[in-house]
């Protein structure tokens, strides 16, 4: 599987930003698929997670209300619609493949990721 991050870039806090994540090989449509992100000198934190049919979603707190997560199976793509975003949500983010079928069974493909930068 190989997955593909767009979007990002910088914005003034309280703006917004799309995030998108290709896939490529694999049956995408069968896949819990995931958003992280690391910011510099942290650990990656789980961002949001959605089952295959997107019938289950999953957001770390600090997000909830702000960042929404979607997918198209039919164009094999997740996406991380981000509003209202403060300086702390600065970081790397990238799109993961979880391993299993439940949110914390771990990951095992990542793409490279895009930088999110956003300015107080």
């Known amino acids: 599987v190989h997955l593909v991050e767009s979007g990002g870039g910088l914005v003034q806090a309280g703006g917004s930003l799309r995030l998108s994540c290709a896939a490529s090989?694999?049956?995408?449509?069968?896949?819990?698929m995931s958003w992280l992100r690391q910011a510099p000198g942290s650990q990656s934190e789980l961002v949001a997670s959605?089952?295959?049919?997107?019938?289950?979603?999953y957001y770390l707190d600090s997000v909830k209300g702000r960042f929404t997560i979607s997918r198209d199976n039919a164009k094999n793509t997740v996406y991380l619609q981000m509003n209202s975003l403060k300086p702390e949500d600065t970081a790397l983010y990238y799109c993961?493949?979880?391993?299993?079928?439940?949110?914390?069974?771990?990951?095992?493909?990542w793409g490279k990721g895009r930088l999110v930068t956003v300015s107080s």
């Open positions: 959605i089952t295959s049919a997107g019938s289950d979603i």
């Open positions: 993961a493949k979880d391993r299993g079928i439940t949110v914390g069974d771990g990951f095992d493909f």
């Open positions: 090989g694999g049956i995408f449509s069968m896949y819990l």
